[in-house]
């Protein structure tokens, strides 16, 4: 399959609900193609809101360009063939298998893909699934899935359009060390094979270390820090956002993160 | 675990029983289309002038054999009747399983969420006032009526179903709401309504398949033939829809458009529905349920199968309120009530969560 080329570059966008404004004129130096990116930041920073934002499912204001393409004026079914977003719910009370679920993302709208592909689409709902990790489940409803499980044939619902840009809320926030682990993996190697670009937002800072080549600390809807892992999450930053004091070294894989205590508001 | 040739096999196994599911929903659908095929067969077979199964399908296909009150029996008041159940049937139960998805809600149909009881007050209306408009014929006049009713009512409930306020248990309220008001105020009607009048609006509250016209049944037909296609075409829509709102406007589906686009067609199914036979309760939420349990959620299958067994259901209705009461003709509303509403309590009691 092609490797994608384009760039992502955010300047000046706002957005938010009817009566406020989350995110206000943030600007992000563009972000390579093959590029996995966390967002971290405390609660109610505007990680989630910045992430439908990108995805179109929140008006905005600014520029939002990937390559020589502005999404932000874009109508949704054309954006979908770029962007996908997987939200932080999982699906309920759904009759619905793992597999029909996986095949439902990919026949939603019109994906750009040629002949043979269009003609394997089971076979390629079927890959996704066993890249996740859930082959043995293929077969199962949704509603008889753990909520693990369920996050994982999310995300299968989200590769198998093979986005441009994934967005992904909280990825990993349902699954046991062993998912976690495995998805990361998973995540970080698809935007290596194709130069897909990732967005996540993830609450575990050691695991967006480890598995990030860029981390943005959003505070108030605004940039607070933005960089390498090891320059973006620093003691410093970590007081001024999280208030908490905090001990951070550079370790054996990754970053060495001790929190130590709660500091005033 | 991750032994290549057991996942190859694995992986091979659950391919083919995807496809064996899809084999087996196409059979299952054909199958309902046959056994409603059987129940209309059925249908025009009873009624209170005992005519042997020979005799009728000698009144359709070669009605010189018999005497002209036999063949008017059977090609004007068997024929259109049975006729109706069916394409009653399947719209009501279209309806319902698109209200069903669109609202996200279990409990939704046209009947237990006051659509139908909004469009018999349209339709009251256009017989009491005598409504009448340039270059429309009567025939469409009433269920012009209904239909104007019917979306008002299901635009509010759109909105209600959106406002995350309400929640599912808050839109089923807010239905139970719409059906006192519209019954109420089809009540009021009555009280000024001439004789006449009267006696056509009191045939409302039972829901009866009796004044089936070969007139009424071209109109129906017509709003069947014309939302059919378009509701197909949405399945694939309306299956990701299922997965979440957000996912599936992140697969590129434009919701509101969607939504009102599914409103205006469950508000015509049901408006002319409703102003040809009355409300007839519970097949709308009876019908999509049968099929949802039998095939799942894919509505490429879910919604030509909720069309076929609410046809079924109705059909087997009809049937059933023809020899319930031997020498009688039961308004058919009462039997699909009699079905229906432990239907409906086994939904409310199964699972607190899944309401």
Known sequence: MERYGESLSIAGLSTGYRDRRIVQGLTLPAVAPGTVLSLIGPNAAGKTTLLRALAGLLAAEGSVRLGDRDLVGMALESRARLVTYMPQSLPQRVALTVLEAVIGAERASAVDRDEADRLAIVERAMDVIERVGIGHLAMTGLDHLSGGQRQLASLAQALVRTPRVLLLDEPISALDLHYQLKVMKLVHALSRERGMIVIMVLHDLAIAARWSDRVVVLSNGAVAADGPPAEAISAEVLAQVYKVAARVAPGPSGLQIDIEDTLPL | ?355
């Not at chain 2, 033939?225 to 509701?231: D, K, L, N, Y």
């Not at chain 2, 957000?246 to 590129?252: E, H, N, P, Q």
């Not at chain 2, 036979?277 to 490429?300: C, K, N, S, W, Y």
């Open chain 2, 1 to 355: 675990m991750n032994d290549p040739a057991t996942t190859g096999a694995a992986r091979a196994a659950a391919i083919a029983a995807y496809r064996q599911a899809v084999r087996r929903r196409v059979l299952i659908v054909a199958g309902m289309g046959v056994l409603c095929l059987f129940a209309f067969a059925l249908d025009i077979s009873t009624g209170p002038s005992a005519l042997p199964l020979a005799d009728v399908w000698a009144g359709l296909f070669s009605p010189d054999t018999l005497s002209a009150p036999q063949v008017t029996i059977i090609r004007d008041v068997r024929l259109p009747y049975a006729l109706m159940a069916i394409l009653v049937g399947a719209a009501l139960s279209l309806a319902g399983a698109e209200m069903q998805t669109i609202l996200n809600n279990p409990l939704a149909s046209p009947f237990t969420l006051g659509v139908s009881s909004a469009a018999s007050f349209g339709a009251a209306l256009a017989i009491v006032l005598g409504l009448s408009l340039p270059f429309i014929s009567a025939d469409w006049m009433v269920p012009l009526n209904a239909f104007v009713a019917a979306f008002a009512s299901v635009l509010l409930l759109e909105a209600l179903a959106r406002s995350r306020a309400a929640g599912v248990e808050g839109v089923v309220l807010f239905g139970i709401a719409l059906v006192f008001t519209f019954n109420a105020l089809v009540a009021l009607l009555q009280f000024v309504a001439s004789q006449e009048a009267l006696a056509q609006l009191v045939f409302w509250g039972m829901g009866s398949l009796g004044r089936a016209t070969w007139s009424n049944l071209s109109v129906l037909a017509v709003v069947l033939a014309v939302t059919v296609p378009f509701s197909l075409r949405s399945a694939h829509a309306m299956t990701a829809l299922r997965l979440g709102e957000d996912r599936a406007r992140s697969f590129g589906i434009d919701i509101a458009r969607l939504r009102i686009l599914s409103l205006l067609r469950i508000s015509a199914l049901a408006a002319t529905a409703v102003a040809f036979v009355g409300t007839i309760g519970f097949i709308g939420l009876v019908g999509p349920h049968i099929a949802r349990l039998m095939l799942g959620e894919d509505h490429r299958f879910l919604l030509p199968a909720s069309m076929l067994t609410g046809a079924l259901v109705m059909s087997l209705a009809s049937v059933a309120s023809k020899i319930m009461v031997p020498g009688a003709l039961l308004p058919v509303g009462i039997v699909t009530s009699m079905i229906g509403v432990p239907v409906f309590l086994f939904l409310i009691m199964r699972k607190p969560e899944r309401v």
